[in-house]
């Protein structure tokens, strides 16, 4: 495995996870972090995702107030819907009239890969998740109050680093189980860590869930050192 980006995590110009698929089921409307800009993601009735703003262009209202009519999302405010392109297609209080193309959200651009939604903010093209073969067990995302640069160099002590813009980590523990970490960044001071493993248990079975709870137990020792740990974001780094 090679780490061809050492410490570059920037949303400008990689792809980094901002919730489990499952979290956003059809219809739903959630908040999420990506490195400071609050997002509002969706899923429309087609089983698409998206990745707005989390602000309505009229008033500002957050979408994730909102509610999601099929293809459509509807503001919580004034009722005003917008298509999955961001364009607004319906006014309530005008119904003759056509929206003005300035009443667009701003979206940005979606993928999902390894059971996660993932998006940028800039306008780089999608590359996958690096090298990675993906585990078959998602445990769970663990919230670190810490800069995802001081996560990140914490974990390399730990975890070897893939592609991804230095979002996806793996290692094996003690009794040999492949971990795999996501890692969302936030914003300055927090990170989600989502965490992975391979087990050869049966998928509805009870050691399959028994192994998922003792790699999660075991991860969140290991997030309480590193929320305890000296490891500081880079100097000259944004974070
Ligand atoms: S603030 Fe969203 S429709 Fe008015």
């Known amino acids: 495995m090679t780490d061809i980006e ?54 500002g209202t957050r979408f994730s107030l909102g509610w999601v009519a099929a293809d459509t999302l509807s503001c919580a405010y004034h009722g005003w819907r917008f298509g999955k392109d961001g364009a607004c297609t319906y006014i309530p209080a005008k119904p003759n009239l056509s929206p003005p193309r300035s009443a667009c959200a701003k979206t940005y651009a979606v ?34 109050y810490r800069s995802p640069h001081a996560t990140r160099s914490f974990l390399l002590d730990h975890f070897a680093a893939a592609r991804a813009g230095g979002a996806v980590m793996e290692q094996r523990d003690e009794s040999g189980t492949r971990r795999v970490l996501f ?32 790699a999660a ?17 880079p100097a000259g780094s944004r974070r």
Do not use: K
């Not at 996660?116 to 998740?129: H, N, V």
């Not at 860590?193 to 003792?214: F, K, N, P, Q």
């Open 6 to 59: 050492p410490d570059c995590i920037d949303a400008q110009i990689h792809w980094y996870p901002v919730a489990a698929s499952r979290e956003v089921g059809e219809g739903r409307i959630m908040q999420s972090f990506l490195d400071g800009q609050e997002l509002a993601l969706w899923r429309s009735a087609d089983g698409e995702a998206h990745a707005w703003e989390n602000r309505c262009p009229h008033r």
């Open 183 to 214: 890692l969302q960044p936030m914003s300055g001071e927090r990170t989600v860590i989502y965490l992975w493993i391979d087990t050869e248990d049966e998928a509805d079975s009870g050691a399959r869930v028994e192994a998922m709870l003792r």
């Open 111 to 144: 993928r999902e890969a390894g059971g996660l939604i993932w998006a940028t903010l800039g306008d780089a093209s999608w590359r996958g998740i690096g090298d990675v073969q993906m585990p078959n067990a998602f445990c769970r995302g663990f919230v670190v």
């Open 217 to 233: 137990r075991a991860f969140r020792e290991l997030r309480t050192q590193l929320e305890a740990s000296a490891h500081d974001a």
